[in-house]
């Protein structure tokens, strides 16, 4: 198989919430809970200075309101 570095996954998934939300992506992370993944989680920066996160689903692209 290939390997990706991370770095280059990390780009794609930025660049992917990015264009799902509008927004400029402040953190992005594996979300966990319980020691078991859960998603890939999105701090979005927002005109009003929040960051919001979402739960990234990488196959569509879609963001989805997330609070851990």
């Keep these: 198989g290939v390997v990706v570095e991370a770095s280059e996954m990390d780009f794609e ?3 992917k919430a990015e264009k799902a939300s ?3 992506v402040m953190a992005i992370g ?3 809970e319980d020691g078991k993944p ?3 989680e999105v701090e979005l920066g ?3 200075g929040s960051s919001p996160s979402f739960l990234l689903d990488v196959a569509s692209g879609t963001l989805t309101p997330y609070n851990d």
Aim: no cysteine; charged share 25%.
């Design 22 to 24: 509008g927004e400029k």
């Design 30 to 32: 594996y979300e966990h």
């Design 46 to 48: 927002q005109a009003d």
């Design 38 to 40: 859960v998603g890939i």
């Design 13 to 15: 998934l930025v660049a």
